[in-house]
């Protein structure tokens, strides 16, 4: 068994919790940088002496490692964000290039102020609306002829701040092929 097959679970611990990161950090910063005085005060100044090489080598390790967190947080967030950003210019492209027809559709949920609409389970708009995922069946069985749909929290939203896109006075969209 190989050194690191050993160091592993401790390495898979420390990163599930990086708060023994930055104290192991701390500590050891605090043993490298703090003045002699300080370290014989704590008592501590013969130990950190003998060993302050292996000190300073955990101390550039949980330092990094801490770096490597932080660095990786801030990716996510910032690939979320464009992600997020990316999608909603998509959506918004969507909703500003809907038929007549679809705007029809999804009046239906603004001008009742309902996220629940009833359809027509063989109309080509709805099933259009639903496989763009602006709208989708809120169950999976319906009557006869008609299914619930819901529309996407997003459009929602979204329709919520710009009722242009689909009101009445905006109704001169021509049809697409």
Do not use: C
């Not at 023994?20 to 940088?33: D, K, N, R």
Request: proline share 2%; glycine share 6%.
């Amino acid at each position: 068994m190989s050194i690191f097959e050993n160091i592993k679970p401790l390495i898979d611990w420390l990163k599930s919790s990086p708060k023994y990161m930055i104290l192991i950090t701390a500590v050891t910063a605090i043993a490298l940088f703090s003045p002699d005085v300080f370290l014989d005060l704590i008592g501590i100044k013969t130990f950190v002496g003998t060993y302050r090489g292996y000190v300073g080598v955990i101390f550039l390790i949980f330092f990094v490692l801490i770096l490597i967190e932080i660095g990786s947080f801030v990716w996510r967030k910032i690939s979320d964000f464009r992600a997020k950003s990316k999608a909603a210019k998509t959506l918004e492209d969507l909703l500003n290039d809907l038929t007549w027809e679809e705007k029809a559709a999804l009046r239906n949920y603004t001008e009742r102020f309902t996220k629940t609409a009833y359809f027509d389970t063989e109309d080509g708009v709805i099933g259009g609306l639903e496989n763009q995922g602006i709208i989708y069946k809120s169950a999976a069985t319906g009557s006869i002829d008609r299914y619930a749909y819901n529309i996407n929290q997003d459009v929602w939203d979204y329709l919520k701040k710009h009722p242009e896109i689909v009101s009445t006075a905006n109704n001169t969209t021509t049809k697409k092929a």
